[in-house]
């Protein structure tokens, strides 16, 4: 059957010449389609060491662990817990912080250890390494918070609240995370954090004069930590059932990226490929990697176009990391090898039924791209690894 997913190697190609442009307009100024924000926070490379305690915010579910950076990093104790209450209208930030106070009882924490706070909410990164909160996304909605710095607070309340002593807390995105545990893999030349799992997005190293908006920051050089939000990219080539996908969501007109590469949303985009038939109304990418790994149990048609859209988020992905890696060596000519660490359950799902998993399909895509891109010198490794949220959030405040 025709493949209404199909993407060729030359649109892969502009879509990644798109993203570049896009970029380089996001890092000149503010309010544009590719965000480019900046976090003020320089990582160490190597030789980081040192105990850390490490908060991760995603969505409402909430982690505290001890992170223990060095020769070999371990996390000693953790702690998690479900704060779905955090989208009751009553729900205070007295309440969060209590919930959050409360988890930490459960890890022995050592005293005098500084915070790393992992915190997956739209905020602006500010330059004493603390971040604003921009605003509440997936239905929370807490009062008195948006605008305002979100580790000061917290840290302020813990000091106050518990007999434990908190020396310094750093706020980080959850990709920015992900960018800075790669660097305990040396040896590259770039590096880059993905997430494709429920939503997905983009961060990586620039050199700070490659950022035109924060030429006026003279207290700071270097490379900079840059946070795309990559998922508002509005790619071209996408199809009419994007677009349906789209006229039906909350957020018309944004997020297009993530609309036709996000777990999130896969499944959507596979109900307006079949208008006319009663499918599940909450039906995910789950249930297409269902659908493609027990193929006798399903339509010989749903099978074919669950994989299609599958492959074609993999391919939409590999033409932004190739258009990412443009940018790179336009900053900075000599690179040869770049790193990229990907987290989320979408970018790690697997293939069982002998046609190409994500990463694998991610892989090719890059090299085939490149190679169109004039890039082939430069090799594209995809990495893995454990806790990478909990890792790069200690690495952000033991820096």
């Known amino acids: 059957m025709k493949n209404k997913f199909s993407l060729n190697v030359d649109q892969l190609a502009d879509i990644a010449n798109d993203l570049t442009n ?7 100024k503010e309010g544009t389609e590719i965000k480019g924000l900046p976090t003020y926070i320089h990582p160490k490379k190597d030789g980081i060491k040192g105990h850390a305690t490490v908060f991760d915010l995603g969505g409402t579910n909430f982690r505290v662990a001890t992170v223990s950076v060095g020769k ?20 205070t930030k007295e309440d969060l912080f209590s919930a959050q106070a409360n988890t930490l009882r459960q ?9 790393g706070y992992c915190f ?6 500010l330059t004493d390494g603390d971040a604003e909160l921009i605003k509440w996304t997936k239905g929370v909605h807490i009062d008195q918070m948006e605008g305002q710095p979100i580790g000061k607070p917290l840290l302020d309340y813990l000091n106050k609240n518990t007999n434990l002593h908190f020396t310094k807390i750093k706020v980080v995105n959850d990709t920015i995370t992900s960018l800075f545990a790669g660097l305990l893999n040396p040896g590259y030349d770039a590096y880059i954090g993905i997430i494709v799992g429920t939503g997905t997005n983009m961060a990586t190293f620039f050199p700070s004069d490659y950022i035109p908006k924060i030429k006026d920051m003279k207290e700071w050089s270097g490379e900079t930590p840059v946070n795309l939000e990559s998922g508002n990219f509005h790619p071209p080539h996408l199809t009419s059932f994007d677009d349906e996908v789209d006229a039906a969501s909350d957020n018309k007109g944004g997020q297009r990226f993530e609309k036709a590469v996000s777990g999130m949303y896969l499944g959507r985009v596979f109900k307006a490929a079949f208008p006319g038939e009663k499918l599940d109304e909450n039906l995910s990418a789950v249930d297409l990697s269902r659908m493609i790994n027990n193929p006798s149990q399903f339509k010989e048609e749903y099978v074919e176009v669950a994989y299609q859209i599958y492959e074609r988020s993999a391919r939409l992905v590999a033409a932004s990391l190739s258009g990412l890696v443009q940018n790179l060596h336009a900053a900075n000519p000599k690179i040869k090898k770049v790193q990229v660490l990907a987290e989320g359950s979408l970018f790690w799902s697997k293939v069982k039924t002998g046609r190409a998993s994500y990463a694998d399909i991610v892989d090719h895509a890059i090299q085939e791209v490149l190679q169109k891109l004039n890039l082939a010198h430069i090799e594209v490794k995809i990495a893995q690894m454990e806790n990478a949220n909990l890792i790069g959030a200690a690495m952000a405040v033991l820096s």
């Not at 896009?22 to 000149?28: A, F, H, M, Y």
């Not at 990093?73 to 729900?91: L, N, Q, Y």
């Not at 890890?107 to 915070?115: A, E, S, Y």
């Open 107 to 115: 890890v022995n924490i050592p005293k005098d250890t500084p915070i």
């Open 22 to 28: 896009k970029i380089v307009t996001g890092l000149k």
């Open 72 to 91: 070999e990093t371990s996390i000693p104790g953790s702690a998690e817990r479900d704060i779905t209450e955090m989208k009751k209208k009553e729900f």
């Open 120 to 125: 997956s909410y739209p905020a602006k990164s």
